[in-house]
């Protein structure tokens, strides 16, 4: 708790750092009027530099020389700073894309001292003159898209000296940008306070920028020097993305150092734009893996990847006009990256709160320079900053786990200690580890020995259900040749017993060569995804005709967890006819040992703890021995005393069948019974998924 208020308060104050540094300079200063700006009472060295806003005076589609007869030119005042996409019909624009002329007559203040100019990025060519001397230029301005040439560069040009009132004149084309026209201020002041300010903010962009570039290239060589801290390698992509972008942005420091042209740093800027989002979220993803979509990383990847491939592979004034594409997929990272992190935070994990503080922070200045660019308000850049207060997180997130990797390597040092300390303990304990393995042995031999029993018992019962139908045979046949049946109809009921028990020996070797296929492995499975409500449908439509006929009620229900269950949308993996047998084997010993007038209740019970099915046969017969529960699924077992019953006829390899069928399936199957009351056999089975989300 403590770790977040703290947190909350450091976001408080690097917010008030970035209204203080957002705040716009000389807020009190005079707006042009009318194309007008009065600044002859203005004191530079006292108020320092004064923007250009206001009203300025727009002749659209026109490319208008400074020595027009501007009386007689009709000119629209518009507001400046604003881009001409938003100027009212009138103004002969249409879109971003045109030419046009401003104008501005500006009444300096008296004095000797040389006033100066700061011209920022205009989209995206222009010329500028003051008092009909030409001041600056940036491309080529021209009528015609195919003449025209885009360029940024901010500069500082001087006044002319002496010159009290004038009038600047500036020519500006637009083809290759979604917007067109001034969208930040131009500045006059003193050429000492320009020149000072405009050294002061480049000195900031180049420091930010190198912090940037030696921060990201940290994080990737502690990523190559562990590789199991993987988010680090994200975070220094992120911070590296983010330099790109102010290179080619405000100053535009790279443009000025390299001749790219303006396209190729339009297309860093956008390519950047994009991939920081990818980056961005693959640390979120890295750092807190419990908490964050391995879905919503894949489309974060697609998605910028989509954006940064359509900023590299066509000209600027196509994805220039997809501006609000890039902003809304950085704002949904944004979001999303925001709720993982209040998860995270939710389920305390190690560095959350301080990873969801600069998280909000770089996300707020994310959102303010979205605004900014969609000139919903007039600031500045922030997200370098933002990202600095991101980076003070991640320094603090990186020494959190440095110092609990140290703190562990102290406990294991004491630990050790301990152990030398106390060896003589240790031995103790490792002796009674061994005295209990002994005891696990001596059980293991135990349960050697119970299966050998089991062995001799198999053997005893194939001898006994091999020889004794044999034995009838045998006699049948002997009494036919001795001439002891010699009615024709004797002779024949004779036959069919013989059939009978012949039929019934062959079942039997049929079933051991199959139980004896099954353990080794040689009957191939069919499996499939089988809907549980169709295959529980049919199962129970099917059984339920063959317990009516025999005087017996059967049901079949669902739940899940003791709870009511729909299960239309459950789905299993099984092989239908194998499952099929084994429910055969196990609804038929039922039936076969109980009156009329009894029930089977078939449970179809899903465990979402265990992620398991459990199938339940219950049934009201009269149950089983409890000395006769551990031989169950044994070969051949069967309780003497009935073994000659009709209703146990059966080979005896039923349930040894099923048990290998459902351990195939992965499963486990079990029986319970209270002699007296019923049995019940519970099958449980791996759960598969669930389709829909009317599930389980």
């Known amino acids: 708790m403590r770790r977040i208020v703290w947190a909350a308060v450091c976001s408080v104050m690097i917010g008030l750092c970035f209204a203080g540094y957002a705040a716009p300079a000389g807020a009190a200063a005079p707006r042009a009027e009318g194309g007008t700006l009065d600044l002859s009472g203005w004191n530079f060295e006292r108020d320092g530099t004064v923007p250009l806003a206001g009203e300025w005076m727009f002749y659209g589609s026109r490319l208008l020389p400074p020595d027009t007869d501007w009386q007689r030119v009709a000119g629209l005042p518009v507001q400046v700073p604003g881009t001409w996409n938003y100027y009212p019909e009138e103004s002969g624009m249409k879109g971003g894309q045109g030419y046009a002329t401003y104008r501005l007559n500006i009444r300096l203040p008296d004095g000797d001292e040389p006033f100066a100019l700061h011209i920022p990025n205009i989209l995206t060519a222009y010329k500028l003159w003051a008092n009909g001397r030409e001041l600056a230029s940036a491309g080529r301005v021209a009528v015609e898209a195919s003449q025209s040439r885009a360029e940024q560069t901010p500069r500082i040009v001087i006044l002319q000296r002496g010159a009290r009132t004038v009038e600047l004149v500036l020519q500006v084309s637009n083809y290759e940008h979604r917007k ?40 990737i060589g502690l990523y190559v020097l562990r590789r199991q ?49 990818v980056a961005g979220y693959a640390y979120i993803y890295r750092l807190f893996p419990g908490e964050a979509s391995k879905a919503f990383m894949r489309a974060a990847l697609i998605s910028g990847g989509a954006l940064a491939l359509l900023a590299l592979s066509t ?10 594409g890039y902003q809304l997929y950085i704002f949904v990272v944004c979001v999303y990256s925001l709720y993982v992190m209040a998860l995270a935070c939710w389920r305390k ?18 959102v303010h320079d979205m605004l900014m660019y969609n000139e919903w308000l007039q600031s500045t850049e922030l997200v370098p900053f933002g990202l600095y207060f991101f ?27 301990e152990l030398n300390a106390h060896l003589e303990e240790r031995i103790a304990q490792r002796t009674e580890e061994l005295r209990r393995s002994n005891e696990t042995l001596e059980r293991t031999n135990r349960e050697l020995e119970r299966m050998e029993r089991s062995r001799r018992h198999l053997i005893t019962n194939i001898s006994h259900d091999l020889r004794t139908p044999l034995t009838l045979v045998r006699g049948y046949l002997e009494a036919m040749k001795d001439g002891v049946v010699k009615d024709p109809k004797q002779q024949d009921k004779y036959i069919g017993m013989m059939l009978n028990k012949l039929g019934a020996l062959n079942g039997l070797i049929q079933d051991l060569f199959e139980l004896s296929k099954l353990e080794a492995g040689q009957i191939p499975f069919q499996f499939g995804d089988v809907k549980l409500a169709d295959w529980a ?17 059967l049901d079949c229900s669902f739940r899940s967890g003791g709870a009511p269950w729909n299960p239309e949308h459950a789905v299993i993996r099984i092989d239908t006819a194998r499952m ?77 069948i099923a048990k290998e069928i459902v351990e195939t399936h992965g499963g486990t199957i079990e029986a319970d019974s209270v002699p007296g009351e019923g049995s019940v056999f519970r099958i449980r089975l ?5 389709k829909g989300s009317g599930g389980w």
């Open 537 to 553: 449908a049919r199962l129970c439509e099917h059984y339920e005709i063959d317990a009516g006929t025999r005087g017996i009620k």
């Open 349 to 366: 994990r190690e560095s959350a709160a301080f990873a969801m503080t600069g998280i909000l922070a770089f996300a707020v200045t994310v």
């Open 180 to 219: 067109g026209g001034i969208r930040q201020n131009l500045t006059v002041g003193t050429s000492q306070t320009l020149i000072a300010a405009q050294m002061k903010k480049t000195a900031i962009t180049m420091i930010v920028l190198g912090s940037l570039l030696i921060i990201g290239f940290y994080h």
């Open 391 to 417: 980076i003070l997180m991640q320094a603090l997130i990186i020494s959190g786990r440095f110092s609990g990797a140290l703190r562990r390597v102290g406990q294991v040092t004491g630990e050790l200690r």
């Open 315 to 324: 000209p600027s004034i196509v994805y220039t006009k997809l501006l609000g």
């Open 686 to 690: 791996p759960a598969k998924e669930v």
């Open 229 to 277: 801290e993987g988010f680090t390698l994200y975070f220094g992509l992120l911070c590296l993305f983010v330099a790109a972008r102010i290179s080619v942005t405000g100053e535009a420091i790279l443009l000025q150092w390299l001749p790219l042209g303006w396209e190729i740093g339009m297309k860093i800027d956008y390519i950047s734009f994009a991939l920081s989002g």
């Open 580 to 656: 099929d047998q084994v429910m055969a084997n196990l609804i038929y010993n039922a039936l076969d040992h109980m009156e009329s007038g009894g029930r089977i209740h078939i449970v179809f019970d899903y465990r979402p703890r265990d992620n398991r099915l459990e199938i339940a046969v219950h049934d009201t017969g009269p149950g089983i021995d409890p000395e006769d529960m551990p031989f169950l699924f044994d070969r051949f077992y069967k309780k003497d005393k009935s073994r000659n019953s009709a209703k146990c006829s059966g080979s005896g390899l039923g349930l040894a």
